[in-house]
């Protein structure tokens, strides 16, 4: 599956983004979704994954009740809704997908990945 992040920029502390992620094919659906962010210097991390259907979902301790993920099969589209942003929020995000929904959240453990999509807080 081949993916395309969007929907980054610049906001300040407290606002709102929603990001996007539209996938190729016609088999997205059968496809367990994922955010990440990579801050500078610093390594790839797990935001939040989503099962096929979008009847589950799991977030990272640091973004839990502040972002919220869904996807809309029938567009081959997975979103971020990001609210209550913080600088250190600040990074690129990608979207990515593997075929399975347990298991590690490691950037390793997804197949596919977009190009990513700047998001850049400010105070």
């Known amino acids: 599956v081949q993916l395309q992040a969007s929907g980054g920029g610049l906001v300040q502390a407290g606002g709102s983004l929603r990001l996007s992620c539209a996938a190729s094919g016609r088999t997205f659906s059968s496809y367990v979704m994922g955010w990440f962010r990579q801050a500078p210097g610093k390594e790839r991390e797990f935001v939040a994954t989503?099962?096929?259907?979008?009847?589950?979902?799991y977030y990272a301790d640091s973004v839990k009740g502040r972002f919220t993920i869904s996807r809309d099969n029938a567009k081959n589209t997975v979103y971020l809704q990001m609210n209550n942003l913080k600088p250190e929020d600040t990074a690129v995000y990608y979207c990515a997908a593997r075929t399975y929904y347990m298991g590690s959240y490691s950037p390793n453990y997804f197949g596919s990945w977009g190009q990513g999509t700047l998001v850049t807080v400010s105070q």
């Open positions: 989503i099962n096929w259907s979008g009847g589950s979902t």
